[in-house]
């Protein structure tokens, strides 16, 4: 498996399995629902990729909570966001900038609040 150019970050199963359980098969920036089986098959409606936060050579580590899965397929998250449209580019980001990080359904919420709705 690995990234999807074959190159960067590589998380092993488990972590990757971590992040994709944590975000409830969807997409971290969109929401969109993927395929657990179209890993790293773009072209494919609901293909993914496990993108790092923080690339390795720059103190990331290949553990779950420096994973998150973005999508390959039409928005493709992974290339217009965090790539900022270009695959030799980076944008920086941080779990904040992804909404879906941790899905929540209309009873949960992805983040701890304080009682007038600020993030703890």
């Known amino acids: 498996m690995g990234s999807q150019q074959g190159k960067g970050m590589q998380f092993d199963y488990n972590a990757k399995k971590a992040a994709y359980v944590r975000q409830h098969g969807h997409c971290a920036k969109c929401g969109k629902y993927l395929n657990t089986i179209f890993e790293d098959r773009k072209g494919y409606e609901g293909a993914w990729t496990a993108h790092d936060l923080v690339p390795l050579d720059e103190g990331g580590s290949n553990k779950a909570y ?50 007038d709705g600020q993030r703890q």
């Open 66 to 115: 420096n994973c998150v899965i973005l999508c390959i397929a039409k928005p493709d998250c992974h290339l217009n966001f965090a790539h900022g449209g270009d695959l030799g580019k980076r944008v920086f980001l941080t779990q904040f900038a992804f909404p879906h990080w941790m899905y929540r359904n209309s009873t949960e919420q992805a983040w701890p609040t304080t009682e």
